[in-house]
Nanobody, 122 residues
Framework: QVQLVESGGGLVQPGDSLRLSCAAS????????MGWFRQAPGKEREFVGG????????HYQDSVKGRFAISRDNAKNTVYLQMNSLKPEDTAVYYC???????????????WGQGTQVTVSS
């Protein structure tokens, strides 16, 4: 099993940046592809981006391409989500998740963190 803890959320203004972190413990981190999802009030959870076990392959939702970047440090058992040029529509609870295979569907992921709130507002 893998335990995941997100951090780095907060209240920012449009155009600002934030970096979310997700620290993993338990099973071998490098065996898992990692994903970031988000859920806004009244909306379904949606895929933001994912990164393969080695970090070579990355995928993003169209609305965040060019603004968000995922990276991982397997030595630190941590995955990151760098968010730039934030917009009010990026406001959501952000979750990291771990999976044996990289995918965009939440059902692909076996382990989830508790989430961290990101609010973008002027």
């Amino acid at each position: 099993q893998v335990q995941l803890v997100e951090s780095g959320g907060g209240l920012v203004q449009p155009g600002d940046s934030l970096r979310l972190s997700c620290a993993a413990s338990g099973d071998t981190f490098s065996q898992y592809a990692m994903g970031w999802f988000r859920q806004a009030p009244g909306k379904e959870r949606e895929f933001v981006g994912g990164i393969s076990r080695t970090g070579i392959s990355k995928h993003y939702q169209d609305s965040v391409k060019g603004r968000f970047a995922i990276s991982r440090d397997n030595a630190k058992n941590t995955v990151y989500l760098q968010m730039n040029s934030l917009k009010p529509e990026d406001t959501a609870v952000y979750y990291c998740a771990a999976s044996r295979g990289l995918g965009t569907m939440s059902s692909t992921y076996d382990y989830w963190g508790q989430g961290t709130q990101v609010t973008v507002s002027s």
